[in-house]
C-alpha cells in the first residue's frame, strides 16, 4: 500500500515530465522548462524516500515527457520502446542524483547537481544518438535564440545547466521557506556570467551578404507536375524555380534531399540538364538525389559557370535508412566569394560534422532536407541550435517538411511548410559571418568541466566523509 507522499513524489514525477516534454510539442512554451523541474525536486528534497519510491517517480516522470511526444510524433513501435528506456534511465538517475544531494542542499551540491543535468543530457544523445541534439530535453530553446547565443560558446549544455541550477537552488528555498543568501548570491553570479557571456556572443559585425534560395515539395506535387527526372516535371517542379530564383538575384539554390533518383544509365543526362541550368542563369545549385548504383544519399554541388565542384554524402542515418554512409568529411565550396558547406537532413543534428565548418570559417551551409509530417517542427527546432554554436546561416529545402533560410543568430529569416504548402520557394538575404566561435573550435567542453568538477566533489566527499566531515 502507497503512502500519501510516495503518491505525491509520483505525480510530481508526472507533472516535471508533462512540463519539462511539452515545449517540444509546442516551440514557443521553452520558457516552461524553467520550473518544470521543481515539482519532483521539491518533493524528493523534501521528504526521504526509498529508492524504489523514487525510480517509480522518475519512471512516471520519463513516461510522461516521451509518450505524449511519441503519439503526436507517430514514430515506429520499436524507436518508441527505446526511447523510453533510455529517458526511464535518465530521469531515474535525475531523480536519484536529486534525492541524494539536495535532501541536505548545499551551494556545492546545486551546482554538483546542474553539472549531473548535463552529463545526462549528453549521455541520452550520446549513447543512444537515435535522433542525435533532437533528444535533447531543451532543444525547444532554439524558439529564442537571442536569449540562448551563449550555446555559441558552451554548447546545449550550457542551458541545461541554467535551468537546473535555478530549479534546484529555488526547491531548497521553497522548503527551507527562506531567503538562502549564499545561494542566492552564487545563481545570482553565475546567471551575470551567462548574461555577459551572451552579450559577448551576440557582438561582431558581418562582413558580407548574400541572396540564396530553396526549393521544395510534397508529395502531391509528384502527382501534379510528374516525376522531376522526366522533362515535364524537371521543369515544373525545379528549373522553373532556378530560374525564377536567379532573376531575383538569389547566388544559390538548393533542392530537396533525394528530390531525383539517379541511375547510371542517365546520370550523364541529368547532370549535363543541371549544369546547362546553372551556367544558363548564373547560379550556383546543391541538388539533393539518390545515388542508386552505388546506394548514396548525395548533393551534387553545381558553380554558376556549370561546372560539377563536388559531392557529398550524408553521414548520419536514421534508423529507417539502408544507404552507404559518407566519411563526414566537410565539403566546402566558394559562392561569390562566400565559403559554404553542406550536410543533408540528420546530419544537423550531430555538432561533429556542424563544428568542422564552424572551425573552417564558414559562411553558408546548404542542407537539403526530407522530413514527414509529424517530426518536422522537432527537426527544425534541432537544426536552428547549429546556426548559433557555429555562427553561420543555414538554408533547408525540404520534401514533405519545413523549408527555411536561418541567420547566422538562429532567427528564422523566412519559412515555407511544404507539407501544406506544396511546391514552393523561399528567397531572402542572409548575413556572412566569418568568425569561430569557442563551441565549433573547443566542442564539448563545457561537457568535459561537467564531468571534471563531479568527479572532483565526488572525490573530495569521499575524503571528507572519511574524516567525519560535511561536504
Sequence with gaps: MFTPKEVFCRVCGIFSGLLLGLPNLLGFLAPVQCFALLPILICVTKWKFRPGVLMTAGTYMALAYTVPQAV??????????????DFTIIMMLLVLFASGLLSRPTVTRCFVFAALLVLLDWANYTAVPMWGTAQSIVRPWSAYPQLIAFTSVTGMGGIVFVLALTQSAAAWMINARRIEKPVLRAVGVTI???????????????????????????????????????????????????????????????????????????????????????????????????????????????????????EYTKTYLTPFESFNKGSGQPTIFDVCGVRTGGMICHDDNYTSISRRYGRAKTGLVAVPTLDWKPVRLAHLQSCIHRS?????????????GISAIISPRGRIITSCDTVTGGLSMIVADVEVYDQRTIFSIFGNWFVFAAAIFTAGYAISSKRLTKTGNEV
Design 388 to 400: 548559433i554554436e557555429s555562427r553561420y546561416a543555414l538554408v533547408r529545402a525540404s520534401f514533405e
Design 72 to 85: 503526436v510524433l507517430l514514430l515506429p513501435v520499436p524507436i518508441v520502446v527505446v526511447l523510453i528506456l
Design 192 to 310: 551575470a556570467v551567462f548574461a555577459a557571456v551572451n552579450l559577448f556572443s551576440l557582438t561582431g559585425k558581418p562582413v558580407d551578404t548574400i541572396k540564396v534560395a530553396a526549393v521544395g515539395w510534397n508529395k502531391m506535387t509528384l502527382e501534379e507536375f510528374g516525376d522531376p527526372q522526366r522533362p515535364n516535371g524537371f521543369e515544373n517542379i525545379f528549373a522553373r524555380h532556378v530560374r525564377q530564383a536567379a532573376a531575383q538575384g538569389a547566388k544559390l539554390l538548393i533542392s530537396p534531399e533525394m528530390g531525383f533518383y539517379i541511375d547510371d544509365y542517365d546520370r550523364r543526362e541529368w547532370i549535363e540538364n543541371v549544369t546547362s541550368l546553372a551556367s544558363a542563369n548564373n547560379i550556383h545549385l546543391a541538388v539533393g538525389y539518390v545515388d542508386a548504383p552505388r546506394n548514396k544519399n548525395r548533393m551534387l554541388i553545381v558553380d554558376n559557370s556549370g561546372r560539377v565542384l563536388d
